[in-house]
């Protein structure tokens, strides 16, 4: 749990102190779309096939933070400093970069607790490594369309 609480203050310390890019609709667009995707996938792969759990296979409160807390601030993150004027190659490099430090957090998360909190079931770091740049993909264009709406 104090792996769950760190990463939860510094996450979204870092999104809160440093995102100036993001107006508060954006923000608020991007926080309710990441819980919303994020419990949709973890309906399936988490809840109903346990490819991957947070603290237990079980729903419980104790993994409630994870789903609500700790992934809107990421990517909060991800959009403000992503380049969204450079050319294709720089954008690829940070998309790329930031995979692989998803990657590794991931890793991290998965210490013995009390700073893990993460479990693979049949999930694999390979798996995420190929939807993760899916997903951000997806939440970026979701992005710009908050942006031509506003």
Known sequence: MIGLILAI???NLIAFKKCKRLSKNQIAHIWFYT?????LFDIYVDFKYHGYWYFTKAIDWSGLPAHI????????????WYP???NLK???IYLVLFVISILIYEMIAML???FGYFHYGWWDWKYSAILDPILLISLLKYYK???RIE
């Open 9 to 11: 203050i510094v996450f």
């Open 35 to 39: 819980i919303a995707c994020q419990n």
């Open 69 to 80: 807390l700790l992934l809107p601030p990421v990517n909060m993150i991800f959009l403000n």
């Open 84 to 86: 969204l004027t450079s």
């Open 90 to 92: 720089t954008k690829g």
């Open 112 to 114: 013995p607790q009390p």
């Open 145 to 147: 369309w908050i942006c």
